[in-house]
């Protein structure tokens, strides 16, 4: 079984609303092997990932799959339901999986997770164990090759914090994109976005950082405050800690002048040999060891967010009990066993590490690793209380005296957190500090949320909350989001919306098929209409509206690059790019363009063509609501849709108008639209009635969308270059457009006829990674409009032999009957559009179908400059013959 490609979704997708892979899998000798031959398979199965027990699969209740299985299904579908059961074993909580043939060998798999990284090691480690039951391997190695899996999947997982504030931020619809392989989250989009890495967020200064990490410096700080804090001193060497040790007075604490997480730390040190062992291992973490003097009392774990108080745990450390019977070591080993605990952060509790600091601490009791306790005898492996090494935690929020919390806000204040985890050492919670004869011993910035979320006494408290709250107020930190797509019109639309946003002052993020632009800043040039441009957009600071081309090759390759928009515009569907990427059929393209309806929100709406059936049938999955454009005068479906109460906007009397229920405006005329060629181009019209309808539920009025419309540039101004851009020389008229599809094709068809220029010559370059036959079927469209055709071909093949595309486009012209000798064949794209433009008769129309508008518009610029001087040539070779 090997993986052929390996895709990872991180949004929503054609498969799933929600990260998800997509495995080809070759079988190879395992494509003939259904699982009812070998009857040990599925108890083996069980032994091995017994939670297999709980698939559901297609038949849809408990034990369905094994039962699949007993009857007899394919290896390929039990490694997705594996790899399914081996993340649901490392804390993932996917339910979607779906297995389908390509052919008698390969199979699709497709199933959720979280990270790519995750998904992969998934895959290869249910291939390695599905391939391991059958051979018949030994059950022992398999069952630890799934622990090994759960322990690799907690490194690529998000952090137990992190993980609850997005959980926090989605239930609060704040949007949620991951940006490393870590804890980097972005919450919110563009110009309201906030970042946090675990819990250090945006507002977090660097300064507080480093005075937090610095103890001597937040000591000197919050005595400077009039905060209590420990007596302590800083060592260099173990014989000066030991003289510290003694002047401040036994018992003391050792810890790293800069350390976090309770690394290093030894405490209750009674002589100075247990000085000189501690100060050596906190050495192990920084070359500096601050010595306190050590204050007796409850140490208290206080939660600040802001100006605010927002939790408070008493942490224990962890503790064995003896049974007479077994070691320290294999108690520790036994307590380990704990589901609850893991390696890590990745679990509520973390395992108990038998090190340094525990091992000096059992030898204070003189006890050792190896020494079997007596039953019922209880002791603690460490004297600090870390939730990193060990410790458990107990919900004392309730418990904590008003003035308490006021001087752990301002102890937190001192150092310049916004958020930060402030120890306390005290006897009585219930009073202040200086009531108490306690004080405050540390500072952490980036303080871990784990003995809040899940304390093993008490209620969770809502800390991912607070910090949400503290950050975004009543926010939801989102900026309008308009996703389009379709066959034909997308760029144009979304030029046009982003024209009528900026209008109204918005800094708009505009990614299309000539690049991104951040307000009037071109950011990249290129093809750039799928998920990570999307990312980038809704990334930047700057946003304040993004208007996102979505094509079809980047959600089938990748998914969305957001997990919902504002408003889904459907331009068309036509018959392009089939054959590619698994969609093969006009229903699988439907299926996939429908998938930005289906993220639609439910305050949001789907603008869709009235007049494309196709796209009308996507109605129905959009949670928002539906608005129709049609720039048809009649549309039946349309005004079906206004008696039912619903929003349009269509041509009416030469007008674009806005309908709703007890409203109706006059948007602008048609001919007065610059991207219209006076009315002509009835493609734009309905282009321009799509964006008005998405700028309309967006919540721009129909003033403001008239006026912008009225005033969006036409083609080869601006934004708008190469859509239906005309070019004017002094005989001849030259079209730029990136049609490149039959759709295209048929509305240029009509837009030729209405401009009534004769000859019509057309410079013709199709994308090589189209089907022959499409290519064929819209060259011969191209032949029905067209007296002359130069025929050229891409820079990029995609696949193709040069020359390929021109032959396989001059056999659909001529077979829709173009003659021969009205067919040149030129491949260079610049030269084909000069030989066009020098060669054509005055008062004719050359068309140009373009890859590279550079090059076609400097080529086309040049040669209309060039015309008057080849005219007059070619008149003298006529008068002197």
């Known amino acids: 079984m090997d993986i052929i490609q390996f895709r990872f979704f991180s949004g929503p997708n054609r498969h799933v609303l929600a990260p998800a892979a997509e495995v080809l899998l070759d079988l190879g000798t395992y494509s003939n092997c259904p699982t009812s ?46 790899a399914l059961e081996l993340l649901y074993l490392g804390g993932e909580r996917g ?17 959720q997770t979280e990270s790519e990284a995750g998904g992969k090691d998934a895959v290869e480690s249910a291939i390695s164990l599905v391939r391991g039951l059958w051979n018949g391997q030994a059950l022992t190695p398999l069952t630890q090759a799934v622990e090994a899996f759960t322990v690799r999947l907690a490194d690529v997982r998000l952090g137990p914090s992190t993980a609850a504030l997005c959980q926090a931020a989605r239930a609060r619809q704040i949007p949620v994109q991951r940006l490393d392989d870590h804890n980097l989250i972005r919450f919110g989009q563009g110009k309201y976005q906030h970042r946090m890495m675990a819990t250090t967020t945006d507002r977090t200064s660097l300064s507080a950082i480093e005075i937090a990490q610095d103890k001597c410096l937040t000591k000197r700080l919050l005595e400077a405050a009039g905060t209590p804090v420990p007596q302590g001193k800083v060592a260099r060497t173990a014989d000066e800690a030991t003289t510290w040790a003694e002047q401040l007075g036994y018992p003391v604490v050792l810890k790293p002048l800069r350390g976090h997480h309770g690394q290093g730390v030894s405490v209750h040190l009674q002589a100075p040999e247990e000085v000189r062992r501690a100060f050596e291992f906190a050495q192990g973490y920084d070359s500096e060891v601050m010595v306190e003097r050590e204050i007796s009392g409850t140490v208290i774990r206080m939660l ?32 380990n066993q704990d589901p609850k605990r893991g390696h890590g952060h990745s679990k509520s509790l973390t395992k108990v590490d038998l090190d340094g600091p525990a091992i000096l601490f059992l030898s204070q009791q003189q006890i050792y690793p190896d020494t079997v306790l007596a039953p019922g005898q209880h002791i603690y492996l460490r004297a600090s209380a870390n939730m990193s090494t060990g410790a458990w935690a107990k919900d004392i929020t309730k418990h904590i005296a008003p003035d308490l919390a006021t001087e752990v806000v301002r102890a937190a204040s001192q150092v310049g957190l916004d958020v930060a985890g402030v120890d306390v ?47 975004f107020g009543d926010s939801d930190g989102r900026v309008p989001v308009a996703a389009v797509t379709g066959t034909n019109g997308k760029t144009t639309v979304t030029r046009m919306l982003a024209h009528i946003l900026a209008a109204d002052g918005k800094v708009v993020g505009m990614a299309t098929t000539d690049g991104i632009r951040i307000g009037s800043t071109a950011i990249c040039e290129g093809d750039l209409t799928g998920p990570w441009s999307a990312r980038l957009v809704l990334n930047d600071p700057a946003v304040e509206a993004a208007c996102l081309e979505t094509a079809r090759g980047g959600m089938a390759r990748g998914g969305l690059g957001f997990d919902d928009c504002d408003v889904a515009v459907v331009t068309n569907i036509g ?21 930005i309806v289906d993220v639609v929100r439910p305050s949001g709406a789907a603008v869709l063509n009235a007049d494309d059936p196709l796209v009308l049938s996507m109605a129905g999955r959009c949670r928002g609501e539906v608005i129709l454009f049609s720039a048809r005068e009649e549309s039946p479906e349309l ?18 108008v806005y309908s709703g229920p007890d409203q109706h405006y006059r948007l602008v005329g048609c001919r007065v639209l610059p991207s219209s060629l006076g009315g002509m181009a009835t493609i734009n019209v309905a282009n321009a009635a799509a964006a008005a309808a998405a700028a309309l539920a967006l919540g721009m009025s129909p003033r403001q969308v008239g006026k912008a419309l009225a005033h969006f540039p036409a083609a080869g101004e601006g934004m708008n270059r190469g859509r239906l851009e005309m070019l004017s020389g002094p005989d001849l008229r030259v079209l730029i457009d990136y049609g490149h599809n039959r759709p295209a094709m048929t509305a240029l068809a009509t837009l030729c006829r209405r401009l009534r220029a004769r000859p019509v010559v057309t410079v013709l370059g199709l994308p090589g990674d189209r089907r022959d036959q499409d290519l064929i079927d819209t060259a011969g469209q191209v032949a029905e409009f067209s007296q002359r055709v130069v025929v050229r071909e891409d820079d990029d093949l995609r696949g193709r032999r040069p020359g390929e595309v021109a032959d396989l486009i001059r056999q659909g012209l001529i077979t829709a009957n173009m003659p021969a000798d009205a067919i040149e064949i030129e491949l260079d794209e610049g030269a084909a559009v000069s030989r066009a433009i020098l060669s054509s008769p005055p008062g004719g ?25 080849a005219l007059r040539s070619e008149e003298e070779i006529h008068a002197s013959g």
Request: with cysteine; glycine share 10%.
């Open 95 to 111: 339910v979607y999986g779906k297995t389908r043939q390509v052919n008698d060998q390969i199979v699709r798999v497709v199933f």
């Open 845 to 869: 129309l050359v068309l140009v179908l373009y890859e590279r508008y550079g090059v076609v518009r400097k080529a086309a610029q040049e040669a209309l400059n060039l015309r008057p001087q």
């Open 304 to 335: 600040v967010v802001g100006n605010r108080m927002v939790a408070a745990s008493e942490r224990v450390p962890p503790a064995v009990t003896g049974d007479g019977v077994h070691t320290v070591s294999q108690l520790v080993e036994i307590l």
């Open 425 to 471: 050492i005290t006897r009585d919670p219930g009073l202040s500090l200086i009531d108490s004869g306690g004080a405050v011993i540390e500072i952490n910035a980036a303080p871990g949320l784990r003995m809040h979320l899940d304390p093993s006494e008490g209620a969770p408290a809502p800390v991912a909350e607070a910090i949400l709250e503290w950050l």
């Open 639 to 656: 005004f079906q849709h206004l008696d039912r109460g619903g929003r349009a906007v269509y041509v009416k009397r030469g007008h674009l």
């Open 37 to 82: 031959e070998r009857p040990t398979f599925v108890d083996d199965l069980l032994t091995v990932v017994p939670g297999i027990q709980a698939h559901h699969c297609s038949l849809g209740y408990r034990g369905g799959f094994v039962e699949r299985v007993r009857e007899g299904t394919y290896l390929g579908h039990v490694v997705e339901h594996v």
């Open 575 to 595: 018959s392009d790019h089939l054959g590619q990427d698994g969609i093969d059929t006009i229903d699988d393209l439907v299926h996939l363009k429908s998938l």
